[in-house]
């Protein structure tokens, strides 16, 4: 299989919530909820890089979709990586996320790897690693 991936979409409870964390609380570019006219398809899609995007459906409307029974998810099936390029920019992504409604699950600090990270989790318990890692920079070496 050659890798194709060009969207995540993430499981949550309340679609309108969701848009408005990711909307107007860390800035992401959205036309907001698209598909309403359409059992199960009402959803949101956010720019993020080089094509990739983000969205946001219902997990009712997932479970629909995929013919599988609902269920609540679990914040450890996956983590999401923002990888930024200081330590003071993870900061400000935590301060952003904590202010607009993300519980910070662990503070920011330094890492094994000699780098700079900390967690929080979305409304919807989606967790996220806001990160500074020099080993990831345009020019690093690779490990």
């Known amino acids: 299989m050659q890798p194709r991936i060009t969207v995540i979409t993430l499981g949550v409870e309340d679609l309108e919530r969701a848009v408005a964390f990711y909307r107007d609380g860390l800035g992401l570019p959205t036309n907001g909820i698209v598909g309403r006219e359409f059992e199960n398809g ?8 080089d094509g990739l995007k983000l969205a946001v459906w219902p997990r009712s409307s997932i479970a629909a ?26 900061d400000a992504v935590m301060q952003q996320a904590a202010k607009a409604g993300a519980t910070v699950v662990k503070t ?4 094994f790897y000699g780098g700079y990270a900390g967690y929080f989790m979305d409304p919807d318990g989606h967790l996220w690693e806001a990160i500074y890692n020099p080993q990831l920079l345009p020019g690093a070496e690779a490990a």
Not at 42 to 49: N, R, S
Not at 71 to 87: D, I, P, Q
Not at 108 to 111: G, L, R
């Open 42 to 49: 009402a959803v949101a899609f956010f720019d993020l890089q």
């Open 108 to 111: 920011a600090a330094d890492t």
């Open 65 to 90: 979709d995929a013919g599988l029974p609902l269920r609540a998810g679990g914040s450890l099936e996956f983590t999401l990586g923002h990888n930024v390029m200081s330590k003071a920019e993870v």
